[in-house]
């Protein structure tokens, strides 16, 4: 398969048509990509799958819906209709395919997958396909099973990481893709339909056979025993595939749920903190409500302190008056009763002429009496006065009044911005249903025990079907030398067929057996290309194809560093590639993001042979076009770029 | 000619409404709390109202026990003895007339008054 244009229209952040085409012309063969991440680099890689398979995949392979693969600005501009088309030769064929989605009619603005129609339409050398064979016909040109060894992202490379360790679903189902890749389906289908071939062919020896013979009625009870231990196989097969099944559905109905699940756990978290909000909240409204019959005094400090320091100084004042009034009465007395003597009250000497007239002129000017009462008065008001405001004046609540309105204001507003957040989380997943989730989790672990119980069922079954049919073979060589002439046909056939089916089942395991050496030892080729580690002998591969990096001891090398586990992944592609002859096409999505400089360079160097076509979807960290882009430069057939016009739009542009 | 002292405090028929309010909404416990807030607000402003239609609402006795408020508007203000209750009621109608718009609106906050007296 080797891709010619992509066209993607309203695709993710692709509004309006984008198109891509992807020349290969000499040694050059690969397309470049650049774009920084949330740009649309996966959208590209998802727009292919799409086109291919309707599907796309998010991180961890899950499936995205509808509604988010329709760009958002088209939707908002009521643009519904998504459509990616792509033109490709394959095996000599030119192909073009087209894939649409539109709402369904009367659907006015659609809300969810279940509001979109999807269709395909395919022309082959220009001639339409019928719309039920375009499925096969892509089946046949690049299956989606072993798509992921075209179409590689940083998911598959986790995917390939597993692939080391014990067995796992997951792992199990990497194998089967990667079996099929390789071919293997094609014996082992050859080797049912032969074991099909023998079992009718056994059946036709029974009833042709000696029947009167008690041989042969031992080899028609022991056909029966079989016929009934294989139709229990069947059932008991049925039954796991059928539970399988369910279980499937429950999982991907609960991956649809998952969000809702995490919203509710957040709704539950943001409820609990609106509780303990609204009890600080009401704590704060009580504080306030019991400070309030001291807010008046608050309202007063100021003036009440105004009050206070006036009082204060004019009783200070007064004091001092007073004072200067006491001690005026006293001079006055003490000149008076000295004029009186003719003689001094203190010092009792006699008074000078001077003396006595320098008294008798302080006594004509100065009479103190009848102040002091006055001033005495004034004391005693200013100092109640006073003693009165020193009491209000230490109660004051007003700051603790202002902090409890604050946090009462504060925490009311983080309360609507909750319940606000609150509303949003509940649009988010209207009318979802816990308890039925809850039912459905409760059922899909049920059943994972049931498969577990009939996994082991239909291995012992498949034991039992094994020893009865080696029973019957025994007897059908037995009977085969006494039949007569027309059953020494049938008996050689059941003979033949034996024979075959043994070959058959040997045969797959030594195919296996040798495609595995055949990718190990083309993955090592690559890996020895690949790394810097000289140290590093090579690869080895296990039964699930998983690569273990071997030491120049041929010691497995246990702890792998990301940028070798992503050496390695490129490594088992290029070996499935070389072993399966499939190298058609290989689309990358940022593949370099692990690894350092050396690496990057050694395997920029190497990608464009990997494969016919290559397409590198890059960011400028993995390579930046000034420092990395000469180890691939003259490989490089067609550049483009992503370029951002708003966070839900991009365009592509060609360089 | 000296008045006779007050026994009593009375309030306008607005002014009763506001402490019915006020009490109701929780932002104080009890009307005579809200009643001294009011007056401390008149004296904060130095404004008396008068008023008419006087409504008694408390018993002096048990509305100044300790003569806190006459105390304080006796020493901020140059009242008689005798006038202070009377000068107390004209007060409050001032504190009345600036508490009302944000308790209509159901805004009431102390910060407002505290932090802009």
Not at chain 1, 43 to 66: D, F, K
Not at chain 1, 638 to 644: F, K, L, M, N, P
């Amino acid at each position: 398969m080797k891709l010619l244009t992509l066209r993607v229209s309203n695709f993710m952040p692709y509004r309006g048509e984008q198109v891509m085409t992807f020349p290969v012309t000499g040694t050059r063969n690969v397309t470049l990509v650049h774009g920084d991440n949330m740009r649309g680099k996966t959208s590209l890689l998802n727009a292919l799958r799409w086109v291919l398979y309707g599907e796309v995949v998010g991180r961890h392979l899950r499936r995205i819906s509808s509604i988010d693969i329709l760009n958002k600005d088209a939707a908002y501009d009521r643009d519904f209709v998504v459509k990616v088309s792509l033109s490709f030769t394959h095996d000599g064929h030119e192909y073009e395919l087209v894939r649409t989605m539109q709402p369904k009619d009367l659907i006015d603005k659609p809300r969810d997958d279940d509001h979109f129609d999807s269709s395909a339409s395919m022309r082959r050398d220009g001639v339409p396909i019928s719309g039920h064979l375009i499925e096969s016909e892509i089946g046949n040109i690049l299956p989606n099973s072993i798509s992921r060894f075209s179409f590689f992202d940083g998911e598959l490379l986790q995917e390939y990481e597993q692939l080391v360790a014990d067995a796992t679903e997951s792992s199990d189902r990497i194998k089967d893709a990667i079996e099929r890749a390789l071919g293997v389906p094609t014996l082992i289908n050859g080797r049912l339909h032969v074991a099909e071939l023998l079992h009718r062919a056994q059946r036709q020896f029974a009833k042709e056979g000696n029947k009167d013979s008690q041989h042969a009625r031992l080899m028609q009870q022991t056909l029966d025993e079989l016929e009934d231990a294989k139709s229990e196989q069947t059932r008991l097969t049925n039954l796991f595939h059928s539970v399988s099944e369910e279980s499937e559905t429950l999982d991907d109905e609960l991956r649809k749920y998952e969000r809702a699940e995490s919203v509710g756990a957040r709704l539950k978290e943001l409820r609990e903190n609106v509780a303990g909000l609204e009890e600080t909240r009401d704590r704060a409204l009580q504080r306030r409500r019991s400070l309030a019959p001291g807010a008046w005094l608050a309202i007063l400090s100021s003036d009440i302190a105004a009050r206070k320091e006036d009082a204060e100084s004019r009783l200070l004042q007064s004091q001092n008056s007073y004072e200067e009034s006491v001690r005026s009465k006293v001079e006055h007395s003490l000149r008076l009763s000295s004029l009186e003597s003719g003689s001094c009250s203190l010092c009792q000497q006699d008074l000078t002429s001077a003396a006595v007239a320098e008294f008798s002129r302080k006594e004509s000017q100065e009479d103190p009496s009848g102040n002091i009462s006055t001033f005495s008065n004034d004391l005693a008001t200013l100092a109640r006065q006073l003693q009165r405001l020193r009491g209000l004046g230490a109660v004051s609540v007003g700051s603790e009044i202002i902090q409890a309105e604050r946090e009462y204001d504060r925490t009311t507003i983080d309360i609507a911005r909750m319940r606000q957040r609150e509303d949003d989380l509940v649009k988010e997943v209207p009318g979802i249903d816990m308890m039925d989730i809850s039912r459905k989790r409760q059922r899909k672990d049920l059943l994972q025990r049931e498969i577990g119980k009939l996994d082991s069922q239909v291995s012992a079954q498949q034991s039992k079907c094994a020893g009865i049919q080696k029973k019957y073979d025994t007897l059908v060589k037995a009977a085969a030398g006494g039949q007569e002439a027309s059953s020494q046909l049938i008996a050689r056939k059941v003979t033949l067929l034996s024979s075959l089916a043994e070959i058959f089942e040997k045969s797959v395991d030594k195919l296996r057996h040798k495609l595995r050496a055949k990718v190990e030892e083309a993955a090592t080729d690559t890996f020895r290309r690949l790394t810097t580690e000289k140290q590093y002998s090579g690869l080895r591969i296990n039964d699930q194809y998983g690569l273990e990096i071997r030491d120049h001891m041929d010691r497995t090398v246990s702890v792998r560093s990301a940028g070798a586990e992503q050496i390695v992944a490129l490594s088992l592609i290029d070996g499935l590639s070389h072993a399966s002859n499939s190298a058609g096409l290989l689309v990358m999505d940022t593949p370099f993001g692990r690894l350092d400089l050396k690496h990057r360079a050694e395997v920029l160097s190497y990608l464009p042979g990997m494969a016919e076509q290559v397409v590198l979807l890059v960011h400028e960290g993995e390579i930046s076009k000034d420092r990395d882009l000469a180890h691939v430069a003259d490989r490089v057939s067609a550049a483009y770029e992503i370029e951002r016009i708003s966070p839900t739009q991009s365009r592509i542009v060609a360089k | 000619m000296s008045e006779e002292e007050r026994r009593t405090l009375g309030a306008s028929e607005f002014g009763h409404g506001v402490l019915k309010r006020l009490e109701a909404d929780g932002i104080f416990p009890e009307m005579m709390d809200a009643y001294r807030f009011a007056i401390a607000l008149g004296l904060s402003k130095g404004r008396r109202t008068p008023f008419t239609g006087r409504r008694t609402v408390f018993n002096v006795g048990s509305f100044d026990k300790d003569e806190a408020v006459s105390g304080v508007i006796s020493a901020l203000m140059e009242v008689e003895a005798a006038q202070v209750y009377r000068v107390a009621e004209e007060l409050a109608e001032t504190g009345f007339q600036m508490i009302a718009p944000v308790v209509d609106a159901g805004e009431f906050r102390f910060d407002d008054f505290l932090t802009s007296v």
